[in-house]
């Protein structure tokens, strides 16, 4: 149960390694979520992909999904996707749509 010394309950995951990419600064834009992106497929900088961040969640501020399939942030989720890497990405912060 939780709370009891020496058991883990269950969806923990007390091994597991956090990783937190800042791609904000004061304004309130960005141009470093393909370099944050990068930095979770190879967390150490050693070329090896093999430890790469198991899941990415992205919460950019904005509507995801209607960019240009070429734009090099969906071009970066699309290749990291493609290894294995879950990505979670926001839809926006517009409120809710139908």
């Known amino acids: 149960g939780i709370g009891v010394p020496g058991v883990i309950g269950k969806g923990v995951a007390p091994a597991a390694n956090l990783y937190a990419f800042k791609v904000f600064g004061a304004d309130g834009s960005t ?22 961040v198991d899941v990415i969640n992205m919460s950019l501020g904005s509507p995801w999904g209607v960019a240009d399939p070429a ?9 990291i996707s493609a290894l294995g890497t879950v990505v979670v990405v926001s839809a926006g912060n517009e409120g809710n749509s139908t």
Do not use: F, I, K, T
């Open 31 to 52: 141009n470093l979520v393909v370099n944050a992106l990068e930095m979770a497929m190879d967390p150490n900088d050693d070329g090896d992909l093999s430890d790469r």
């Open 71 to 79: 734009d090099p942030e969906q071009v970066a989720v699309d290749q």
